[in-house]
Structure formats: C-alpha cells, structure tokens
C-alpha cells in the first residue's frame, strides 16, 4: 500500500500484460456520495493532459468496488518527502532549486484547469499529499475527487495582473463543502458559499508556504502558537521577519535570500482572508516564471486578520475542536463533517470529506443550485462512413464549408451534435495517409480550449475523413480575406483580433511546454484556426504535426526523423524550407504570421502586391520607421488600443526573424500579450541585417520568382 486518503486506499501494482508498475486508488466507500466522487474524478483526469498532472491509465467497476489506474509515481508525495526528514534523518533533503521546480509544475497545472480548458476545473483538494512526484521530482497534481466545473462564458476585457476579467462563469455543483482543514480558505465555512479558483488559489498558497517552510499546514508538535502555520508566517511578516520562515534544514548559501522571501511573500498573497484580493494563477504563474520584475505588490498588516485556525484545547489531539474564522462569525467544523475535528498526535492534517446530513447550517449549505450529475465527455472514436454519407449528404455541394489546407471540409449533423468533416484529398498519396493518421491519434490526445475537439475518424472507402466538432462561424482566413463588405459586422473589431491572438499563442504555448510530449505543429496558419460561435479560435489541422517524446533527462526526441519541408509557403520559417528541420521556432515564425494577417487585414502571400510576402513588407516598413498607424487593417477605421497595436506589431516584427535564435518563446510570447511588454527589452537586444535577411530567404524568394514567371496572381 502508498497510502490512503479521505475516499480510498492506493496501491502499487504491476500491470500482467506488459508489466508497468502503475498504482491503483480503491474507494473505501460505497454509497451515491462515494459513487459521485469516483465519477467526478474519472471524468475530470480522463481527458486532461498536462504534463503536471497525474496521468489516468484506465478504470474499473468490478462487483460495486471503484478503482482507478494511474501512472506510478516513483518519488510518491510531496508530503513524505517533505516532511520524513523530520522523522528520518537519514532520508534526503529537498534541494531548493526543486523546490522551486516543483512550485512551478504546481502552479502550471492549476493555470491549466482554470484557464485552459472548455470548462474551468475547480480542484477543491489542493494539498502536499494530493502533489505527486515524478522520477524527476517533476510535481504531477492528483486526487479530483473533490473536483467541480464551471462553465466558460467568454467576454473580452483587457486584464489587470490580479483579477482575470476576460471570463465570466456559470457555477455548477460548487455549494458542497470539501477539502482539508489547514487548506480550506476561510469562505469556504461560509453559508451559500461557492467553490471558486480562488479557493484553489488559496489551498496552493498553502502548499507553497509548506514547501518554504518544510513545515505541515497544522502541525500539532509545535508551541501553541506555531501550531498553524498560516497564522504563524503572519505573524513573522508583521514583525518584518519573513525569513525565519525559512526551513532551517537548507544549507546557507543553497538559496537567494531574495528569491526565498519572494516566495513566502507570494504565499501569503495567496492565502489572503478576501478572494477577491487573492492573485489568479496565471498571474501567479508569471510570477514563478519570474516574467514580473521588480518587487511583489506590498503585503497587507496581518494584525487586523482574524486568526485562520483557533485551537480551544489543543493539548487534547484526540478531541480538539478547530474552528475555522471568517469575518462576521465563527462555526465550529464540528456542526458541519462527521469527521472534522480528528487531529493526529504526530500532526496529521485533519480531512474533511464527509457532509453532515444533521448539521445546524442551512439545508441551502449542502444543496448543489443547479445539476446534480457529471458531465460524460464523449472520446473520440471511429465513425462509419455510412454515418459520414449521412450526416453530410453524401458529401453535397451545399453543405461545403470552404478548402482547407490539405482538403474540403463539410458540414454534418451526427449524435445530435454539428459535426465538420474534413475530407483529405489525394487519397493513394501514402505520404497524406501518414498525415492523416497522425492528426486523428494524436489530436485525440491534447485537450485545451483553443484547440479544436476531434469527434472520430474514418477509413473506409479508401477515404481520409476527421470529424471535429462543428463552429458555426468559419475559419480565420475567411473572416479576415474574405469578408462580407455590405455587412460591418464581418468584420473582426480590435478587442476579437487581440483575443484571437492571445487564445492561438495560449494553445500553441500549451503544444510545446505543458503536455507530456512537445508538439511541433508546422502547420500554423490563418486556415487552420478555427472560430467558434463567440469568436474564440481553435487551432486544428494537424496532419504534419511532429511529436516529441521526452528522454530520461527531460529532453525531446524526434520520433519522425524524416526531415522533409511540408508545410504552406508564406507560413514556412526560412531555416525550416532550408533544412525541413522542426522546431519549436519554426512555429514561432508561422504563429507570427499569422499575427500580422490579423494586424493588418493582409494575406501572407499575395501575388498582387509588388512585395508578394506579408512579412518582408512589414520589416521594410519597420526599417523605414514608418508609424505603426498605417499598419493596422484600414476597415477598422481607426477602433483600435494604440498601445496593443504597437505590442502586436513589435512582437510580430520579432516572431519573424530570420535568425531562429533571435526570436521570442512562446512562454514569453504568451507573458508579452499579457502586458509584460519587459520582454522585448531582452528580445530586442540582438538586431539582424539585412543581408543576413536575404540569405536566409533565398529558398523563399526562388519559389517567389519561379510562380510569378509563370504568370500566377
């Protein structure tokens, strides 16, 4: 056995068909409860993929007992590694630089569950113990049993570094309490409260206040008034001794002083008493990225707080009563959980995982307001050809959407759902069958919000059809080329365009850093995102995407070693069309493209102009100084942020350098339209010439010169 928790037991267990050693979680209970919470965690983990996430290998429902299948987790949890040294001297040390490591990956699969996904994933039960660690001490979240969603409704506003303002949200089933005493943010005691991702915000505060300190959330070793580590960091940082907070076991000189008390001081912006007062992980993943420079917002005085955690008799850890503190009133946990008030002599945090049908709280405190079952998210699967012929009309005139890159998409209507089917012409191309297999395994695979959804797949026939779940409106390149003149609301206005940009940089950052494998897409263009009814893209098209395992050292390994250039010309990096080598920069130089078309209304290649490249346009006009005014898309008619336009344009200008080397990541892509514009002060600080320019053109400018000698336009 690994351990056990609030809803079951995990086992270590060798799998008999090919011999991986995987865990197995086994509910304790039975019951509808018990039943909801192994729903709500097969459906949250099954289609999640980020590389900080434990990763769900299957499930089974044998003779009314639960189990579910993860990947073993070789290091187990965060909390015994943490905190055994304290028990054991002779295990080993958490370094700081992993510490560090493992605060980030942390950071980075919450931003994921609350900004990158269809519908926004509530954890509820963010602790040390639900942290799991790799081979390589890489953090993986786990344990959603306790997990709740909420609905995206998209509205574009710009976004402060605190509050994220661009979305708003639908709640569904977040009234029920749930999660660990020393974890559990102050509302959430509170009658008619609702689970938040500042309730996670929070409960990683606390775990980040954890890892600083090498010290349980509630620890019952410790004085009477060191017991809750919250309320004693508190009390350190209003005394202006921060830094004795600090795990005395790190050797002096393994650390910056600095970077340690940034962190603290991070902490404790987590787990301030106001949510709403709390940062949103995305800020607070730029600040552990270390995108924000200068000094962390100033920490409030903590002496008018009240106390996080009272202990009445905290000698007595058989029977202690803690309370939980909130602003106008005290409720004892006791009224609320069966089991709320059970605290370990050796300091055990304390779960909270059973409702109370008898508490004296409101029947409202326990009444999910709106559904009560989960949301069965269908997987993708192979779809007869006899489906497609009928959900299309047999491929009719009438239900073609438009020419994709590779092949025509259609129209369907199949399992009550609008489907788009792209069938893939040049059938005997064995090459364009590869693609294709390519796109339906390994799209099924990814999950994020701005990417498209795959539906299923189909071969019959000799056809190479993807089914994807359908967007009302149409592809980027249309809306931007091909728009309607009588109607002005065709066209993008300056808030959709900078969302666009925003929302495909965000997907493409999640392709190449936070899924296990990176993904080379080498098909970014302006017909390959697609826009959903709200105007939110969706990047699909990835026949020619490059997969790339990571080896034992965490680096990436080309499975697909052939290197030839595949791909749409205008879109394609100079060193990319040289070498048909796939990296993480040659999509750099496409997304950038694609960010000028959307700038500037232009098509990428456009053998009317004089200067058929878009790109080679726009740097002559940055070498002539020209003001970026006369850049921008005429027909919005001067309805744009001057400020965003100068940070697209200058961005754009530096995605497309020729130099791979001189041109921005896509994690600092994402911080730059975020507002972080210190970015370009190191982007900026390597310029290239301009003969460099034109040789490293030349394999573009010769195809350029052999289609215009044929007379094409």
């Known amino acids: 056995m690994l351990g056990s928790g609030g809803f079951g037991r995990v086992f270590r267990a060798v799998l008999p068909s090919d011999g991986t050693v995987v865990a197995v979680k086994c509910l304790a209970e039975k019951g509808e409860h018990f039943k909801k919470s192994f729903m709500a965690e097969l459906v949250a983990v099954a289609h999640l993929r980020h590389r900080n996430l434990v990763k769900l290998r299957g499930w089974c429902v044998h003779d009314d007992q639960l189990f579910l299948v993860y990947d073993y987790m070789p290091n187990q949890s965060l909390d015994k590694v943490l905190f055994r040294r304290q028990e054991n001297a002779d295990s080993v040390l958490l370094h700081w630089e992993r510490r560090k490591?493992?605060?980030?990956?942390?950071?980075?699969?919450?931003n994921y569950l609350h900004e990158q996904l269809e519908t926004q994933i509530i954890h509820r039960d963010v602790k040390t113990s639900?942290?799991?660690?790799?081979?390589?001490?890489?953090?993986?979240?786990?344990?959603?049993?306790?997990?709740?969603?909420?609905?995206?409704?998209?509205?574009?506003?710009?976004?402060?570094?605190?509050?994220?303002?661009?979305?708003?949200?639908?709640?569904?089933?977040?009234?029920?309490?749930?999660g660990t005493i020393g974890y559990l943010p102050p509302e959430s005691l509170q009658k008619?409260?609702?689970?938040?991702?500042?309730?996670?915000?929070?409960?990683f505060g606390i775990v980040l206040l954890e890892i600083v300190s090498g010290r349980r959330a509630v620890d019952l070793t410790y004085p009477d008034d060191q017991i809750i580590l919250l309320d004693w960091i508190r009390r350190l940082s209003d005394e202006g001794k921060l830094l004795q907070a600090g795990d005395n076991r790190l050797p002096d000189g393994s650390y910056k002083l600095a970077d340690m008390e940034r962190i603290i001081r991070l902490g404790l912006m987590c787990t301030l008493h106001e949510p709403q007062s709390r940062p949103s992980m995305k800020w607070i993943l730029e600040a552990v990225s270390g995108n924000i420079y200068g000094k962390l917002p100033d920490l409030p005085s903590f002496q008018s707080h009240?106390?996080?955690?009272?202990?009445?008799?905290?000698?007595?850890?058989?029977?202690?009563?803690?309370?939980?503190?909130?602003?106008?009133?005290?409720?004892?946990?006791?009224?609320?959980?069966?089991?709320?008030?059970?605290?370990?002599?050796?300091?055990?945090t304390i779960y909270v995982t059973a409702e109370s049908e008898t508490s004296n709280v409101s029947s409202s405190f326990n009444r999910c307001h709106q559904q009560n079952t989960f949301p069965m998210v269908e997987t993708p699967r192979v779809i007869t050809y006899d489906e497609i012929i009928s959900a299309t009309n047999n491929f009719s005139d009438s239900r073609r959407v438009a020419e994709v890159d590779f092949g025509t998409a259609y129209h369907g209507f199949l399992d009550c759902h609008h489907i788009l089917v792209k069938r893939l012409g040049m059938r005997t191309c064995p090459a364009l069958r590869l693609r294709f297999s390519n796109e339906f395994q390994n799209l099924g695979r990814l999950r994020h919000r701005n990417l498209v959804q795959l539906r299923g797949w189909c071969t019959e026939q000799g056809e190479m059809l993807v089914v994807y779940d359908y967007s009302a409106n149409r592809l980027l390149s249309h809306i931007l080329f091909h728009h309607d003149q009588r109607n002005r609301h065709s066209i993008l206005r300056w808030q959709q365009r900078y969302n666009i940009i925003k929302s495909l940089?965000?997907?493409?950052?999640?392709?190449?850093?936070?899924?296990?494998?990176?993904?080379?897409?080498?098909n970014i263009t302006s017909s390959a995102v697609i826009l959903d009814p709200d105007l939110n893209p969706r990047l699909g098209s990835f026949a020619l995407a490059e997969f790339l395992t990571?080896?034992?050292?965490?680096?990436?390994?080309?499975?697909?070693?052939?290197?030839?250039?595949?791909?749409?010309?205008?879109?394609?990096?100079?060193?990319?069309?040289?070498?048909?080598?796939?990296?993480?920069?040659?999509?750099?130089?496409?997304?950038?493209?694609?960010?000028?078309?959307?700038?500037?209304?232009?098509?990428a290649v456009d053998f009317r102009q004089p200067e058929v490249l878009l790109v080679k346009r726009l740097h002559k006009f940055e070498a002539q100084k020209r003001?970026?005014?006369?850049?921008?898309d005429r027909r919005l008619n001067g309805q744009y942020d001057n400020s965003e336009l100068v940070r697209l344009v200058k961005l754009g200008m530096a995605c497309t350098r020729l130099n791979p080397e001189l041109r921005p990541s896509m994690r600092q892509i994402v911080s730059i339209l975020d507002g972080y514009d210190q970015w370009f002060t190191e982007i900026n600080q390597k310029k290239e010439r301009k003969e460099e320019w034109k040789q490293k053109n030349a394999p573009s400018l010769c195809i350029i010169r052999r289609i215009q000698a044929l007379g094409i336009q």
């Open 505 to 522: 940089a965000s997907a493409i950052y999640y392709l190449h850093e936070e899924w296990d494998e990176q993904v080379i897409h080498r």
């Open 192 to 203: 008619r409260s609702v689970a938040t991702a500042k309730s996670d915000v929070f409960s």
């Open 101 to 110: 490591k493992i605060v980030y990956g942390l950071a980075a699969a919450l």
């Open 627 to 632: 003001p970026y005014e006369d850049i921008v």
């Open 306 to 348: 009240p106390l996080y955690i009272s202990l009445s008799s905290p000698t007595d850890s058989s029977t202690s009563n803690m309370t939980t503190t909130h602003s106008s009133s005290t409720m004892s946990t006791k009224q609320a959980f069966y089991s709320s008030n059970f605290v370990t002599a050796n300091g055990e």
């Open 130 to 178: 639900n942290v799991m660690l790799d081979s390589h001490f890489n953090a993986r979240l786990g344990d959603f049993g306790l997990a709740r969603w909420l609905e995206h409704e998209v509205e574009y506003k710009p976004k402060t570094p605190y509050r994220s303002k661009n979305r708003q949200f639908r709640l569904a089933e977040t009234t029920r309490i749930g």
């Open 550 to 603: 990571r080896n034992e050292h965490g680096h990436h390994i080309a499975v697909d070693k052939n290197k030839s250039v595949r791909g749409i010309f205008g879109y394609m990096s100079p060193e990319y069309m040289d070498s048909g080598e796939a990296t993480t920069m040659a999509d750099v130089y496409s997304f950038g493209v694609v960010l000028l078309e959307v700038v500037t209304g232009h098509m």
